[in-house]
């Protein structure tokens, strides 16, 4: 039996971490040895730390819930062979966070991250793994400016991205180059973590503002459909998007409304249909345990999709798409959903991680 590499999660006692803890028993690579929290969690058991909020629909699990969490910011405590850390931890400053996640990678250990700390800097792959592999190349060149030998960094990009940008990038791939997009998110409530919005703001409501969230749907896809020159990124700024993030009162499952508009070559309705239903990359190539077997699912229902119907398509890491039609402003219009501390947190950092293992980078 091949031995798995054990790993950590910073956060593991927030809503990220917990889908982290769910999502990684008997996972066929990785071993949870280590959980991580606040100084407030430090010293309790696992069950203990989270007793009041755990929010899965399964039980605590067996192989966590008797492991005593750390401080994130206790390195003295660190289990000797630990191989990676996930990282979902929320501080008060964003710097607090950056400063964690370089102390880990400095001391070795390659971290897994899904915030927002590291996502602009320069040689810090964002991933979404069907979308762009490659840019985990730039990764010993992060190593080597910085000077860590085993450690590095790598993270995900905001918790809807995926939603929108796989099945616009699955059209980019296929040649129709995308000029102008329009995405207006409807964002669930486990997005604001635990506790998250207070119910009075939220039930009978839709409140019209995500702070940071509009400038990260509109820049972080210039990142990640950009470029590695000289050891950094060079963003790709060719879609210009305009966009509108709500939260709205759904528990899981961000929805994205996406106007689209090509620069030149328009594809026919079905041929968009028929890129997306046909649409793999390098994780279904490579089999990833994480990966979607159909990455992006498009629905014929004129009323799909939606979130408590949808979310959970594929183990919650698909993208399902419905209501591709014509747009009388831009060239279409459609409307995507994925599940946000699945895909778009826990399971998108796993299937990261597992990308990383298979290109050779945690071993
Ligand atoms: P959360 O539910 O508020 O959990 C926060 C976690 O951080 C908890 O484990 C908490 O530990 C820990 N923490 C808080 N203050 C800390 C400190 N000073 N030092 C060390 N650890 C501390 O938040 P979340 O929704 O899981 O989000 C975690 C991160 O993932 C954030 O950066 C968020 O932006 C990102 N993210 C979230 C989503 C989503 O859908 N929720 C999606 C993508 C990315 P205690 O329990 O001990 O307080």
Redesign the pocket.
Same mark, same amino acid.
Not at 36 to 41: C, D, R, T
Not at 190 to 194: F, I, K, N, V
């Given at each position: 039996m091949v031995e798995k590499i054990k790993c950590g999660v910073?956060?593991?006692?927030?809503?990220?971490?917990q889908q982290y803890i769910k999502l990684l028993v008997n996972h066929p690579w990785f071993e949870v040895v280590d959980v991580?929290?606040?100084?407030?969690?430090a010293g309790k058991t696992y069950a203990e730390?989270v007793k009041d909020k755990w929010q899965m629909d399964i039980p605590i699990p067996d192989n966590v819930k008797d492991l005593t969490v750390r *401080?994130?910011?206790d390195y003295a405590k660190l289990p000797k062979d630990l191989g990676f850390v996930f990282s979902?931890?929320?501080?008060?400053k964003k710097d *607090?966070?950056k400063a964690v996640e370089d102390e880990y990678a400095r001391i070795g250990i390659p971290v897994v991250s !899904? !915030?927002?700390a590291h996502r602009w800097t320069k040689d810090v792959p964002c991933l979404i793994a069907e979308v762009n592999a490659h840019h985990v190349d730039i990764i010993p060149a992060q190593q080597k400016a910085r000077g860590w030998s085993k450690g590095f960094i790598v993270v995900k990009p905001?918790?809807s991205a995926q939603s929108f940008l796989t099945p616009i990038f699955a059209l980019e791939r296929a040649g129709y180059k995308v000029d102008k997009l329009i995405i207006t998110t409807l964002q669930a409530t486990?997005?604001?973590?635990?506790p998250g919005v207070p119910s009075l703001d939220l039930v009978d409501n839709i409140v019209p503002l995500i702070g940071g969230e509009e400038e990260k749907t509109e820049k972080e896809p210039h990142k990640i459909l950009g470029k590695i020159v000289g050891g950094e990124f060079v963003n790709d700024e060719s879609i210009k998007i305009s966009s509108t993030c709500t939260r709205v009162a759904v528990v899981d499952g961000h929805t994205a409304v996406v106007n689209v508009k090509f620069k030149d070559n328009v594809p026919g309705q079905e041929e968009i249909v028929k890129i997306w239903r046909g649409f793999k990359a390098l994780p279904q190539e490579l089999g990833l345990p994480m990966a979607p077997k159909r990455p992006i699912i498009y629905l014929d229902q004129e009323n799909r999709p939606q979130p408590r119907k949808d979310r959970n398509n594929d183990k919650g890491m698909a993208v399902t798409v419905g209501r591709l039609r014509k747009d009388p402003v831009f060239d279409y219009k459609f409307v995507a959903l994925s599940h !946000?501390?699945i895909r778009?947190?826990a399971g998108g950092g796993i299937l990261n991680a597992e990308l990383l293992k298979a290109k050779g980078f945690l071993k």
């Open positions: 910073l956060g593991a006692t927030g809503m990220v971490g991580a929290a606040s100084p407030q969690s730390a *401080d994130v910011q979902a931890v929320e501080m008060p *607090d966070i !899904n !915030n927002s905001n918790c486990s997005g604001a973590g635990y !946000n501390t778009g947190a």
